[in-house]
């Protein structure tokens, strides 16, 4: 049962190293959400004196860990994202480089906007200047293809969202030769005999029981993803999103924050206002229709802040591939009850 058990957790790692093209079936690292890689490869890599470069989308699983380095002595530099222009993106980013610059590290694409940011020409910049990038694809992954080869260090990633894990389950990919210092240590059921952590991988970063039946889950989640493509959920779900996009800017009511989303510039989640109304309001008068939506501050204090809904947070919307038209057209019938 142990050997059946193990693997499973090798055919899951297995399935994900394809999905995210890591010809290294062992640097596909299982974590306990995208929250833990993120802070594996952050509190890793980072040490006294060094400088980071992060976007002005970034969630607040970016944001509070450099928070907690600065006592440190680590700083960072945000770098203003410029929607629907890479040009002016990239440029922010490299402005923002200084000696001391070690780890990019910034969103794939914005979870509040659902903006999109270069991440390709991000990497060629980072390895241009001998810099280490890392990519949060907690927003992405499983909807927009990726390739670690296009020079991702570190990518970061949920379970549970567009690849339709269970809850609690997460990945890192270590693409590159450099490796995080390790924030857990303990057993890994290999080379027991020494006290020292293990340093090859995975079972560097994977001390303790791990999470099978989740891992399980999220392989099961991943063989959905690789079955329908990528490419195809994202054409279903962005042509909900414009539909509803086009049909909320007909209302002088709804306060939109972006242009139309289209698939070079955005991922398919689009956040509104009602005008006058509160956020949290909206949403629990969808709820009790039975529509799932969240509101607030999305745990992304500075993706708000950069489109001035700070203060009043956003209503987003999040199709998936099981979302239907007739769905959306429900969706624009309890807002215009509203």
Known sequence: M???ASEEIFLARKQTAELFGC???ENVIF???CTAALNTVMQG???SGDHAIVSSLEHNAVMRPLEKLREKGVSYTVAEVFPCDNDKTVDSFRKAINARTKLVICTHAS???GIRLPIERLSALCHEYGILFAVDA??????VPIDVKCGIDFLCTAGHKGLYGPMGTGVLVVSGEVLPDTLVQGGTGSNSMSYEQPEELPDRFESGTPNYSGIVGLRAGIGFVSSKTPEKIAM???TLIRYLYRELAKRDNILLYTPEPTEEYFVPILSFNVRDKDSEAVSAYLNKKGIAVRAGLHCSPAAHQMMGTL???AVRVSPSVFTKMAEMDYFLSAIRSI
């Open 23 to 25: 010809d290294k079936l």
């Open 31 to 33: 974590t306990l959400n």
């Open 2 to 4: 142990a050997l059946k």
């Open 45 to 47: 890599i980072l040490k």
């Open 311 to 313: 203060s009043t947070g």
């Open 138 to 143: 907690a927003q992405t992954a499983g909807v």
């Open 111 to 113: 979870n509040v906007w």
């Open 236 to 238: 279903h779900e962005h």
